[in-house]
Nanobody, 125 residues
Framework: QVQLVESGGGVVQAGGSLRLSCAAS?????????MAWFRQAAGKEREFVAT????????YNVGLVKGRFAISRDNAKKTMYLQMNTLKPEDTAVYYCAGSRNVGLVTGLDDYNYWGQGTQVTVSS
């Protein structure tokens, strides 16, 4: 089984930055090729933010992040990151880390096999 644990959330003022981390562990790590960040605001559906595959290729929900966020991963540390800059109040949400056995840059909820518990990000105006 694979475990994903997010950290780095918190409260920040609009225009500020946060860096989220997702640490992976478990005996099936070799099967985890693609990882992603999703987010879910109160009363809304969970939505795709960004994904990165084993080789570092990435894909963003451009409509959401518009160059403000950067996803990365350190395979040696088994950790994925999301650098979030120029945060806006509408970025307030629970951010989830997800892992997929799929080798491609997939963006659907059903494409991901493993999920973290989420970390709260609150951006005040």
């Amino acid at each position: 089984q694979v475990q994903l644990v997010e950290s780095g959330g918190g409260v920040v003022q609009a225009g500020g930055s946060l860096r989220l981390s997702c640490a992976a562990s478990g005996r099936t790590l070799l099967n985890m090729y693609t990882m992603a960040w999703f987010r879910q605001a109160a009363g809304k559906e969970r939505e795709f933010v960004a994904t990165v595959n084993w080789s570092g290729q990435d894909l963003y929900n451009v409509g959401l992040v518009k160059g403000r966020f950067a996803i990365s991963r350190d395979n040696a540390k088994k950790t994925m990151y999301l650098q979030m800059n120029t945060l806006k109040p509408e970025d307030t949400a629970v951010y989830y880390c997800a892992g997929s056995r799929n080798v491609g840059l997939v963006t659907g909820l059903d494409d991901y096999n493993y999920w973290g518990q989420g970390t709260q990000v609150t951006v005040s105006s």
